[in-house]
């Protein structure tokens, strides 16, 4: 079982504003990176740190933490942001890397 | 440009030693605060980070599976190696190397994977 808890599936209607979540209690202590995964690709890094975006990354993607709680918005989704959202960070060690167990998005 | 693409047999019988490079290009493994890691995702599961060596030499295993792993560099060559023994079905999986980028704007430094290989499937069948 993963360190990282994820809701399994989120679903929001185009054009809308959705939050995928992620908590544990390593995030306390460190950040967390957000991989977008479509079907049959490799994951894209979309947010790191706490709201830094890569190069090429669309600015309706935000990421925020609170407590022991990660969270990555996108404001106004679109039909090409259904896919599989993962959370990674540091598990209660620090020494390890841990992924969530994903949550998958469905536009609508 | 940073690129990196694994490379390895795609069916492997169980009990077999499990042999996969990660050959990259646009970086070196030299740089400080470099690394190159190994994330795998069974069909249809969760991304499974399993191991992660940095340009010092420093690695990391999953605790989970940290008997069963050896990861490598080869500077020279731009490659990292990753050994898995004793492989079973349940090892069936999507292999995935990535860059590990470092951002010292924060404390303690914080690491991310930027960039992916495309993955190479391996299946565990007699």
């Known amino acids: 079982s993963s360190e990282l808890t994820q809701d399994p599936a989120v679903s929001v209607a185009l054009g809308q504003t959705v939050r995928i979540t992620c908590q544990g209690d390593?995030?306390?202590?460190?950040?967390t990176s957000w991989y977008q995964q479509r079907p049959g690709q490799a994951p894209v890094l979309v947010i790191y740190?706490?709201?830094k975006r890569p190069s090429g990354i669309p600015d309706r993607f935000s990421g925020s933490s609170s407590g022991n709680t990660a969270s990555l918005t996108i404001t106004g989704a679109q039909a090409e942001d259904e896919a599989d959202y993962y959370c990674e960070s540091r598990d209660s060690s620090g020494d390890h890397v841990v992924f969530g167990g994903g949550t998958k998005l469905t536009v609508l | 440009q940073i690129t990196l693409k694994e490379s390895g047999p795609t069916l492997v019988t169980p009990t077999q030693t499990l042999t996969l490079t990660c050959t990259f290009s646009g970086f070196s493994l030299s740089t400080s605060g470099v690394g190159v890691g190994w994330i795998r995702q069974p069909p249809g599961q969760a991304l499974e980070w399993l191991a992660l060596i940095y340009w010092d030499d420093d690695k990391r295993y999953s605790p989970s599976l940290r008997s069963r792993l050896t990861i490598t560099k080869d500077t020279s060559k731009d490659h990292v190696v990753l050994t898995m023994t004793n492989m079973d079905p349940v090892d069936t999986a999507t292999y995935y190397c990535?860059?590990?980028?470092?951002?010292?704007?924060?404390?303690?430094?914080?690491?991310?994977?930027?960039?992916w290989g495309q993955g190479t499937l391996v299946t565990v069948s007699s």
């Open positions: 740190i706490k709201n």
């Open positions: 990535a860059h590990r980028e470092v951002d010292y704007s924060v404390s303690p430094p914080f690491y991310y994977f930027d960039y």
């Open positions: 390593s995030l306390r202590t460190y950040y």
